[in-house]
């Protein structure tokens, strides 16, 4: 059986080639499309992460805050989203969304008229051409997972209001890692009782009855209507973490 090495990585059978990286680097001649191959493409990523790094790296205590970006004006959430805003802001946080409209523009705003530290970890999409005028640190990404960490790295909690499968992601993405002890001391807050409770009934009846997951993991999350309770168990949070520092 033909194999061999290229780097760390092991071809075999019909992937191995006769020519070498050495020679592709050095030869010259052929077609510039070697620029579009994912090689290629981790210095963009990387360009991706020095960048929000070096955005967030002296934002201080941050909370990120998820929701739908389909949430008109006029909708009862967007005002809770707008007080959330506003309560973060007063508590000392920053606070930071996905940069979008809906539940994203409703908590940047009340950050932002607050005096707050409004943040917009904004990602390419289709149908959203810019961040919302609120955002005051805004940041635009191509690769989700390097916005992901942006989110996870400088905030010190998630509030998750309504929202659509985006919200979900962001959600179960920080789950799993509180579950996998990837991030620790780490409160999740849903907001809006009568919106999640289906949900919750679901893992509890479904996932946690047939031990696909255990009574912790249903227990890292808060369910409430109360800003001021889930402002209140960031604050707390945040002051349990300064006690453990060295």
């Not at 061999?4 to 071809?11: A, I, Q, V």
């Not at 006769?18 to 510039?32: I, K, M």
């Not at 810019?130 to 940041?139: H, R």
């Amino acid at each position: 059986m033909r194999s061999k090495f290229r780097g760390p990585t092991l071809l075999r059978r019909s992937q191995v080639d006769t020519g070498t990286t050495d020679q592709r680097l050095l030869d010259s001649r052929g077609q510039s499309d070697w620029v579009h191959t994912d090689p290629w493409r981790v210095l963009r990523i990387q360009a991706e992460f020095v960048e929000g790094f070096g955005a967030l790296a002296e934002l201080g205590p941050a909370i990120a805050v998820f929701g739908s970006a389909r949430t008109p004006a006029d909708h009862p959430m967007y005002a809770v989203a707008e007080l959330l805003g506003r309560k973060l802001a007063a508590a000392g946080f920053a606070a930071m969304t996905g940069g979008g409209p809906g539940t994203m523009e409703a908590v940047n705003k009340g950050a932002s008229e607050a005096g707050g530290i409004s943040v917009g970890l904004g990602i390419e999409l289709p149908w959203e051409a810019d961040l919302n005028q609120w955002v005051d640190i805004g940041i635009n990404f191509r690769y989700f997972f390097a916005r992901k960490t942006m989110f996870v790295k400088y905030s010190q909690g998630y509030i998750v209001l309504p929202g659509g499968l985006g919200t979900l992601d962001e959600l179960f993405e920080a789950m799993t890692l509180v579950q996998t002890q990837k991030i620790t001391s780490f409160p999740i807050v849903l907001l809006g009782v009568d919106r999640w409770t289906g949900l919750l009934d679901w893992m509890r009846e479904s996932l946690l009855a047939d031990g696909r997951i255990a009574q912790s993991d249903l227990d890292m999350l808060t369910l409430t209507d109360d800003v001021d309770e889930a402002v209140a168990l960031m604050v707390r949070a945040r002051e349990a973490h300064v006690e453990r520092l060295p």
